[in-house]
């Protein structure tokens, strides 16, 4: 007969997203015993794939993976290959195509330029006409000019968003890429928003369509539910199981399986029990909610989908498809398969997997995904990041433990630093 709690595991991990699960797989190499809970039905956070007509559907967003560290790229690829996609975003604005990042290609779209030359002089003369437009309005209010920044990149003084983004591309480019898309992102007006929330905005003089500047990139073949099942093989896990949630008997029989007995704990959590369980434990959830929100709840941006199969092979012809106006509620139209199939593969799959993507505030039971960087939620955050520090025995990690926008790489990079 099972005696209970004589396996007690070394890390509780609370998380199955990239953090957590790259953590188990080190505490694992290093011969530690983890036990990962999430309060999802499956594994694998945000980067978790469902198959749809025998395509692996990103279900909560695009996630592609870019680096520069090797060493990153060599550890994804050891547990699975990736392939070739390079990530090539198209912007559609009122049915006009343009690529992107801001490129020759873009420029040739928007005014027929076929030269550098031409280009930098077009848009030098935009921003050229938004400094003295912009200067003559600070002085109407009384406030200071906006001069170039000592650094030789970008200005000094710009008071919102809008500004900010006239001042480093000019006109055309914010009115058509920029600010409709950027406030449906953001649920305000662009001159409402800190001009800090664009610091710079990249602009190639080359025609070269490669999103990223990153060494490499690419998708894990096979779909995310490779990497994370590589990740977490011989890892004790359990699904809808919430570290804040009262424990049930469900909960405990879920524990009863791995040797450790919570019936003493019936009506309380597993935040109150998690030292039955482990030495210690790795919290990935929402920084704000570990602390019971004492201090106030941190603000978030969320996003939406509205996933259809369609009856095509090839519904737009790229992965990624921004819409740039008001016209569309959405923000962009994900097309699945072409992340993982290219060429012929597109054709033999007889249908599509498109998502349309909704930008929308934060509320209670919605999933939170991008940190709100003013003021009051970054000082906010800085409070529960000094409480965090002063917690024994608990790693806090990854973009909601932490209150901060991370890719998957240096999530990555992140935890292969960590003493395990």
């Not at 031409?118 to 030098?124: L, P, R």
């Not at 009115?175 to 001159?191: M, N, S, V």
């Amino acid at each position: 007969m099972k005696t209970m709690n004589k396996r007690k595991y070394d890390y509780l991990i609370v998380g199955s997203g990239l953090f957590g699960a790259t953590f188990a797989y080190r505490a694992r190499q290093a011969g530690k015993k983890c036990l990962v809970i999430d309060k999802r039905p499956q594994l694998g956070g945000n980067v978790y794939c469902e198959n749809i007509e025998g395509i692996n559907v990103h279900k909560y967003g695009a996630h592609i993976f870019h680096t520069s560290n090797k060493e990153v790229w060599d550890f994804v690829n050891s547990i699975v290959d990736f392939n070739r996609y390079t990530n090539c975003p198209v912007a559609n604005y009122k049915g006009k195509l343009y690529n992107l990042p801001f490129n020759m290609n873009t420029f040739y779209q928007m005014w027929g330029v076929t030269t550098p030359a031409e280009a930098q002089e077009k848009i030098g003369r935009q921003v050229k006409e938004a400094v003295d437009d912009i200067n003559k309005q600070h002085a109407a209010k009384g406030e200071s000019p906006v001069t170039p920044s000592p650094s030789g990149e970008g200005w000094v003084g710009a008071s919102n968003l809008e500004e900010q983004a006239l001042l480093l591309v000019g006109r055309d480019i914010y009115e058509k890429l920029i600010k409709d898309y950027t406030e449906k992102q953001w649920g305000r007006k662009c001159a409402d928003l800190p001009a800090f929330i664009i610091k710079r905005l990249p602009v190639r003089m080359v025609f070269d369509n490669n999103y990223f500047n990153d060494k490499y990139q690419g998708i894990p073949i096979g779909g995310y539910n490779k990497l994370i099942d590589g990740l977490l093989k011989g890892v004790d896990t359990l699904t809808e199981t919430d570290f804040f949630a009262p424990i049930t008997e469900k909960t405990i029989k879920g524990f009863a399986q791995f040797g450790i007995d919570l019936s003493n704990f019936s009506s309380k959590t597993i935040q109150d029990a998690w030292k039955e369980t482990a030495n210690d434990l790795v919290f990935t959830g929402q920084l704000d909610q570990y602390f019971a929100y004492r201090l106030g709840k941190l603000d978030w941006r969320t996003v939406s989908f509205k996933t259809r199969v369609e009856e095509t092979s090839n519904y737009q012809g790229n992965a990624v498809v921004n819409y740039t106006s008001h016209n569309e509620p959405y923000t962009r139209v994900i097309e699945h398969k072409h992340f993982e199939m290219f060429g012929a593969e597109v054709e033999r799959c007889p249908k599509t997997v498109i998502s349309r993507e909704y930008s929308t505030e934060w509320q209670e039971g919605m999933e939170p995904y991008y940190p709100v960087n003013d003021d009051r939620n970054n000082n906010l955050a800085q409070q529960y990041r000094d409480l965090a520090a002063q917690e024994e025995q608990v790693i806090f990690g990854g973009r909601l433990a932490e209150y901060k926008y991370y890719d998957m790489a240096p999530i990555i990079e992140k935890v292969l630093t960590l003493c395990v």
